[in-house]
């Protein structure tokens, strides 16, 4: 091993050599900057964090001694006459999705080096996560005011439908709102030209944690709404 | 554009350099100040958490003699001593501690990644031990339910601290969680992202492999803890019941109904398990390097113990149920968890068997470092065996909440790790103060705390087979225990105390060395890797002066045969001495 000056990192290789060849590099072990490399971590790490959540919601459901309510019919809307089941979550996900396209095209963007661009998509991806939040706070005044659902009890059957709902829902909704936030800074960084010469990996990085939030949205809406 | 690698790079990247004293020593971003802070924060807690277990000791051994002491403050006692230990002391000294002191230096990095954040991190657990303290001055006092926590006894009137206690409590932990992910992350990042040409992950020294691992364990199993803590502060202040069933309390039926107490069980234990392999692989790991350079030889298999290393981590996250077997979970689950609970002994013999040959024919110096090593080996490798009896289902079920459980623990996860962390502060001593502690004052101390902790914990394995229960404020009369066992009770009160004293010894020798010790000089192990071969004895601010360490070998180039010297650094560009010699693992 005397090429000790031999870094793999400056060879692009695939497959399964191209990932042993990262491991046995010196220096770095994945060809990306820092706080890529962190969010990464933060995200695996943060991944757990929603799993407990949502192991102990699935736990609780099956624990607990009085019936679940209906998610269609407590997730139900009155729109011009019609009873329609799930209507806004679904509105939700859909414009939640749809950010994390305007996401990824800023990203592009952010690569091919047109400032102003990316900075308004990040923007347009801020906007919708905004409106995500603001009609989770629709969803939640409904449920507080109108069916009376608090943490502690619940007038259509568990009391854990609304402590698991609020909870969780909740948390992720604080991840958006740091998102929103995050989004909001880096853009006007961007728009400010603060990047330029410092290359663009910053908007990919806020990118991870934006696709994360929606990921974990999936499955919540999956495992809440829809079981 | 292709990222370029900090160690490629032109000497672009700004120093921070430090020049008030309050940016230097207090809102410092250095690691190795940091790494100061996290250690002396430590210290400072675990003594609180010594005089705990002391006044347990004095309760135990002559009951109704103390009046301060009553069962309250007794449950009190136990609970704090056993959450300032394993958290806020072990797990900060060993990754906060010499995480960060390590990692940079050992890596060959100027600091960690983001320093900053770093910084924060320290603060933030500051302020998580500060908490802490505080519940013992709120009104009822910290809680008294058991560093477990379990539910619904905990939040339930009738436990001590059952009010602000538990809330103070549950609230620091949360607090601690993202110190230690602030902290995590820079450390894990920097290892992976930051080491200098030539450090390849094989490269590397055992301890950052140790202190690696236990840091990745923590992200994954601190997340567990977080949510349960987040549970329980809405089941006490929401009155939500995702712990507590239907609960009749002081005759009243209470408004919780339907939760489960066995989750929050599972979730605490799938964080504690994990818990105890990151304070036992950051050991692991800083023995191994203590055992290669005070016995003048490679580490016996360093491969074996590098995998060892990454698979007993992995292992720990299917085991966590072995702390249930009690609980009432399912049988089968039983079955399950002791298979993979004995799966770990496996990877833990290889690395113990390679200690041990590490010394074989070594040319052996006994000194300090050396003498806690030897004596982590004997603890580690009693506290390992009595598990095997706990990791059976049918060998628990009588041993359970006795004090062979107690006696087991202490054995394996307190006492073998602080074993290291005194090795591995008086090995690295001379690197972090530039001044040699005195020897003589380090053996005395080494044969008092390890002769002192057999006396205490071997006879607490008799006492437990005789089913002595554990966390019992007084037995009083009970036809199941002999009365032999409360003068044994006496013996170990004495044996704690002098243990507990014979710290000062420490303190004594740390004092003594910042006034009075002779410069060590920046090399005085004759040691291999880079944290000695910095240009400043102590490490100034960046580390390594204009240009970075350039690595040419493996960390454990001992008496190589034909070289010059009994040891050739890490960043010494003659011919040889790297792993392919070396390691017996290979063949």
């Known amino acids: 091993m005397q090429e000790a000056t031999s870094t793999g990192s400056t060879i692009e290789q695939h497959g399964h050599a191209g990932l042993v060849a990262d491991w046995a590099a010196d220096k770095q072990t994945f060809t990306m900057p820092w706080g890529k490399a962190m969010m990464w971590i933060f995200l695996l790490s943060d991944t757990f964090i929603f799993s407990c959540f949502l192991t102990g919601y699935m736990s609780v459901r099956t624990t607990t001694t009085t019936p679940w309510p209906v998610p269609s019919e407590v997730f139900a809307l009155t729109i011009a006459g019609h009873h329609i089941p799930l209507i806004l979550i679904a509105i939700m996900t859909f414009i939640l999705i749809s950010s994390s396209g305007s996401m990824a095209m800023a990203v592009n963007c952010g690569y091919r080096g047109e400032r102003k661009k990316t900075a308004l998509l990040m923007v347009i991806t801020a906007l919708f996560g905004a409106s995500f939040v603001g009609m989770q706070a629709f969803e939640w005044t409904k449920l507080i005011v109108e069916e009376g659902i608090r943490p502690w009890g619940n007038p259509l059957g568990a009391p854990q439908f609304g402590s698991s709902f609020f909870m969780i829902t909740g948390f992720h909704g604080m991840h958006v709102s740091i998102g929103v936030i995050y989004l909001l800074v880096v853009a006007f960084k961007v728009w400010r030209g603060d990047y330029v010469s410092r290359g663009y990996e910053i908007v990919e990085i806020t990118g991870l944690y934006w696709h994360f939030v929606d990921l974990v949205w999936v499955f919540i809406f999956a495992f809440f709404y829809l079981w | 554009m292709a990222f370029v690698a900090i160690a490629d790079r032109d000497h672009e990247q700004e120093h921070h350099d430090p020049h008030t004293f309050v940016s230097k020593y207090i809102w410092s971003q250095d690691h190795k100040v940091i790494a100061i802070q996290y250690g002396g924060t430590a210290v400072l807690v675990g003594l609180v958490a010594l005089v705990l277990s002391g006044m347990m000791r004095l309760q135990l051994a002559f009951p109704d003699y103390f009046s301060f002491i009553r069962p309250n403050e007794y449950y009190q006692f136990v609970t704090m001593h056993g959450m300032i230990m394993v958290i806020y002391l072990l797990t900060a000294l060993f990754l906060g501690g010499f995480g960060n002191y390590l990692i940079p230096l050992m890596c060959g990095a100027r600091d960690m990644v983001f320093p900053y954040m770093n910084m924060l991190s320290f603060w933030a657990y500051l302020v998580s031990v500060i908490i802490l303290m505080s519940s013992f001055f709120v009104p009822g006092g910290p809680t008294g339910a058991g560093w477990t926590l379990y539910p619904p006894g905990t939040i339930l009137p009738g436990t001590p601290g059952s009010d602000m206690g538990i809330l103070l409590m549950l609230l620091s932990l949360a607090v601690f969680i993202v110190a230690f992910t602030m902290g995590g992350l820079n450390y894990v990042t920097t290892v992976f992202q930051a080491r200098c040409q030539g450090m390849t992950l094989m490269r590397m020294p055992l301890s950052i492999w140790g202190i690696l691992t236990a840091t990745v364990l923590g992200l994954l199993a601190f997340p567990a803890l977080l949510v349960s803590a987040i549970m329980m502060i809405f089941d006490k202040t929401l009155g939500t019941s995702f712990f507590m069933p239907a609960v009749l309390s002081m005759g009243q039926a209470l408004d919780h109904q339907g939760g489960s107490p066995i989750l929050f069980q599972h979730l605490f234990w799938f964080f504690g398990h994990p818990e105890v392999y990151i304070v036992a692989l950051p050991a692991f790991g800083i023995v191994s390097d203590l055992l290669s350079v005070h016995a003048r030889k490679n580490i016996f298999g360093y491969r074996m113990m590098v995998w060892a290393i990454v698979g007993i981590g992995a292992l720990s996250f299917v085991v966590w149920a ?50 806690f090593s030897i004596g982590f080996i004997f603890t580690f490798v009693h506290g390992g065996l009595t598990g095997l009896f706990l990791g059976n289902v049918t060998v628990d079920l009588p041993l359970s909440d006795t004090y062979f ?32 502690f005195n020897e003589t004052l380090g053996k005395i101390h080494f044969w008092c705390t390890f002769l002192g902790t057999y006396a205490i914990y071997l006879p607490m394995h008799y006492l437990g087979i005789l089913g002595v229960p554990r966390r019992y404020y007084a037995y009083g009369l009970s036809d199941f225990i002999p009365a032999s066992a409360q003068s044994m009770n006496v013996g170990i009160t004495i044996a704690a105390l002098f243990v507990g004293v014979s710290q000062l010894l420490f303190i004594i020798n740390i004092i003594w060395t910042l006034t009075k010790g002779k410069p060590a000089g ?49 960043t010494d560009p003659q011919k040889g001495g790297d792993i392919e010699e070396g390691d017996h693992g290979k063949h």
């Not at chain 2, 077997?325 to 399912?330: E, I, R, W």
């Not at chain 2, 024919?361 to 470092?369: D, H, K, S, T």
């Not at chain 2, 291999?528 to 100034?540: G, R």
């Not at chain 2, 601010?541 to 360490?549: A, E, K, M, S, V």
């Open chain 2, 405 to 436: 459980v107690i006696g087991h623990f202490h054995m394996v996860m307190g006492v073998s790790p602080i074993m290291v962390l005194f090795g591995a502060i008086y090995h690295w001593l001379p690197k972090i103060t530039g001044k040699m």
């Open chain 2, 322 to 371: 072995h702390h249930m077997y009690v609980s009432g979970m399912n049988p089968y689950f039983g079955f399950f968890f002791a298979t993979t609970t004995l799966i770990i002994a496996i990877p833990t013999a290889i690395k113990v068997y390679n200690w041990v040959l590490t010394l074989w024919q070594g040319n052996i110096r006994l000194n300090v470092p050396m003498l």
């Open chain 2, 522 to 570: 920046s090399n005085p192990w004759e040691a291999t890797t880079l944290e000695w071969l910095t240009p400043d004895t102590p490490p100034k601010h960046g580390n390594w002066g204009h240009n970075l360490p350039v690595v040419y070998r493996w960390a454990y180039a001992y008496s190589v045969p034909g070289a010059a010297l009994d040891y050739i650094t890490q």
